[in-house]
């Protein structure tokens, strides 16, 4: 299967296929951290037409999730741009997408999420409500639910690395969309 992850630095979702044996690539703005032959370096927008089977897509979620809202008014062009983003993701030719993003104004602007997952769902001690919009693709299952839940993510302290750190994919996670996703062809 030939599968793209947007706005993915990482590489974490696209290794979980590639371990499948699938085509993956990630793509974004940002180098890949770990230097991989299979990131492509740019705007994801521009790699949207290249006969994908899937696409699973994480955009920016700086002007779009709730813990943001109370400097809402002062972006209203960002969240805008933000959210025009967002919609030409959901309407790009690919025939199974899935778009990631913390509760936020997705849900408002555009069309409520298909699910609602946690990390604690899936093997990690923590919790991040984290929202899918899913086209032509089954709701995750839940592989190893924890105790624990800890707001790690929520209590992180500010720094340089902040933002990155905040929008990692748990392992957990990545493991269950490619092997749940993985065989949908």
């Given at each position: ?62 002007h779009l999730c709730v813990s943001g809202a109370r400097w ?13 983003f967002v919609s030409r993701i959901m309407m790009a030719p ?81 493991e269950a969309m490619a092997s749940q996703w993985g065989g949908?062809?």
């Amino acid at each position: 299967m030939k599968v793209l992850i947007g706005c993915e630095y990482s590489g974490a979702v696209r290794d979980a296929f590639r371990k499948l044996g699938h085509d993956a690539w990630s793509c974004d703005i940002i180098p890949d951290e770990n230097n991989s032959k299979y990131h492509i370096l740019g705007d994801v927008r521009k790699n949207l037409y290249e006969n994908w089977d899937l696409g699973i897509f994480f955009p920016p979620c700086t002007h779009l999730c709730v813990s943001g809202a109370r400097w809402f008014k002062q972006k209203t062009t960002e969240q805008e741009t933000a959210l025009d983003f967002v919609s030409r993701i959901m309407m790009a030719p690919i025939p199974k997408i899935a778009i990631e993003n913390p509760i936020g104004v997705i849900s408002t602007k555009i069309n409520k999420p298909s699910q609602i997952i946690q990390p604690w769902q899936f093997g990690h001690g923590e919790t991040k409500a984290t929202c899918l919009w899913l086209k032509n693709l089954p709701k995750l299952r839940y592989t190893n639910i924890v105790n624990g839940r800890e707001p790690r993510i929520h209590k992180m302290p500010p720094g340089k690395n902040r933002g990155k750190e905040r929008s990692r994919t748990f392992e957990g996670i990545a493991e269950a969309m490619a092997s749940q996703w993985g065989g949908i062809i």
